[in-house]
């Protein structure tokens, strides 16, 4: 589906891992929802030894709850199939993804009775270094680099033209075998395909690679993204249609973290797009009121 509209959806754990904070937002990061979700008694103690099956059903029915959410806003708000992205900052939990598994095709997503034509499920990353490990042996981690003019030419309604706001192009570094970063996953959770977008420097600092004893410049920042699965499948045999297609998100991503650049300032305040801060933010808000 190239001409479906497309809807991004970031969800994040609270650091308890008791709150479910989520953002949904479209390609031009214009429309916002939120969703949020508590596991049920949370905060209540004495909990019984059986707490971990609890837990694992909660959450799960948080996730369904939160897709529920999903397929209600496209019914509403689009007459075509759309096709969902579904993001997690930082490294998927393996139940987390076989939540989410069990949940898109369950809901039978690509059929004609779902809203949703396809659904993607990846993880976003920050990174401080780049260090490739290849799943494959004796592939020497080959890269295939690509080159585009972002940030776009206008954000905000600001021109950004300008060399300011514009220092350098934007990088895509695309493995031609399928790796992950340190530590090393294990070989469920290896992403069916990754790559890195390499762009200017931001003013969050925890989110620019420092250039060691030279201060005198910064160095550029670093976002990772990796495919996971689909539902359904891409009927293309290969890794050759995932590498696009986390090769698209990534673009996708890039452009919607200049929705987070200041109307009188054009740099971006994250390299992360605006619905993973909120959907971020969002699981925080909900894990200071419980």
Request: charged residues 20%; negative net charge; proline residues 8%.
């Amino acid at each position: 589906g190239g001409g479906r509209p497309v809807l991004h959806c970031a969800f994040h754990w609270s650091e308890d891992g008791l709150c479910l904070g989520a953002a949904m937002t479209d390609t031009t990061g214009e429309m916002l929802e939120t969703f949020s979700a508590l596991f049920p008694g949370v905060g209540q103690q004495n909990a019984p030894d059986n707490e971990g099956k609890a837990r694992d059903a909660a959450s799960r029915g948080m996730i369904a709850k939160l897709w529920a959410s999903v397929e209600e806003w496209l019914r509403r708000c689009y007459k075509a199939k759309a096709r969902v992205v579904i993001a997690s900052l930082g490294v998927c939990v393996p139940k987390d993804l076989e939540d989410w598994r069990e949940i898109l095709e369950s809901a039978k997503v690509g059929s004609e009775g779902s809203p949703c034509g396809e659904a993607h499920v990846v993880q976003v990353a920050v990174l401080r270094a780049l260090q490739l490990l290849s799943t494959e042996v004796g592939s020497g981690g080959a890269l295939s680099v690509d080159t585009w003019p972002f940030p776009p030419q206008r954000v905000n309604n600001v021109e950004m033209s300008s060399a300011l706001a514009s220092p350098s192009p934007s990088f895509l570094l695309r493995s031609q075998h399928r790796f992950c970063f340190p530590p090393f996953l294990s070989p469920p959770t290896i992403p069916r395909a990754t790559c890195v977008v390499v762009s200017a420097p931001t003013r969050d600092e925890e989110e620019t690679c420092s250039p060691g004893l030279d201060t005198a410049g910064l160095w550029p920042t670093l976002l990772e993204m990796s495919l996971h699965f689909s539902v359904p499948q891409a009927k293309q045999e290969g890794a050759n249609s995932d590498k696009d297609l986390i090769a698209q998100i990534s673009k996708e991503y890039h452009a919607l973290s200049w929705a987070t650049a200041h109307p009188c300032f054009p740099m971006r305040q994250s390299v992360l797009p605006l619905h993973i801060i909120v959907a971020k933010r969002v699981a925080l808000a909900a894990s200071a009121v419980v």
